[in-house]
């Protein structure tokens, strides 16, 4: 009998290969664009057969969204040992070199799925929420003093820190240095003026 052989894989890494399929699709497509039948073709398998590892294409698509959101945690949290200021660097230059060469995938994720997927928006959320609480932290490690909008203003740097990694002129990639250091200048602008100066408050 002739035929390609399925490679025989424990459950817990079939699941990873499916899952890791899934997120080498999204490098070119949305999460709605995200075939099951092709992951499944691509894992050499029936489609059928993946949903024995997954209870239905919404808890597929949760496992992509969730390995993608612990990567990005992961590769931006900083060793708790450093001192402020290399701290928060090591907290930047991860978030810089995370997403700068997963453009796509950060897109149709962090952006894209939020928006289109409500089955996904709890993940995302707490995925946000866990690099608000960084930038919190490194507020509070640098020594500028608490502020009632600290919350919000994490939130607002994020995204600002986000958009200018992705609008990165893709010529100048390589020059992660020069973009480390506007976005860090941005963190200490931005959090170290939380309350409105005092010329201003006189106007």
Do not use: N
């Amino acid at each position: 009998m002739s035929g390609k052989r399925v490679t025989r894989l424990t459950p817990d890494q079939r699941r990873e290969q499916l899952v890791g399929i899934g997120l080498e699709m999204l490098a070119d497509r949305s999460l709605d664009e995200l075939s099951t039948d092709e992951v499944a073709r691509r894992a050499g398998i029936s489609r059928g057969l993946l949903f024995h590892y997954f209870d239905s294409k919404r808890d597929f698509f949760r496992a992509v969204v969730r390995a993608e959101c612990e990567r990005f945690t992961a590769a931006t949290e900083p060793d708790p040992e450093l001192a402020p200021v290399p701290w928060m660097r090591a907290f930047i230059a991860g978030f810089v070199a995370y997403v700068m060469p997963h453009r796509q995938v950060y897109l149709a994720l962090v952006r894209g799925a939020a928006g289109s997927h409500p089955a996904v928006t709890d993940i995302l959320d707490e995925t946000r929420e866990v690099l608000a609480r960084r930038v919190r932290d490194g507020q509070r490690r640098l020594g500028m003093p608490d502020a009632p909008r600290l919350d919000l203003a994490s939130r607002a740097w994020m995204a600002f820190a986000e958009e200018a990694v992705l609008s990165w002129p893709a010529e100048e990639d390589g020059d992660h240095e020069e973009l480390c250091a506007f976005v860090e200048s941005s963190f200490v602008c931005f959090l170290g003026l939380l309350d409105r100066p005092a010329a201003l408050a006189q106007s």
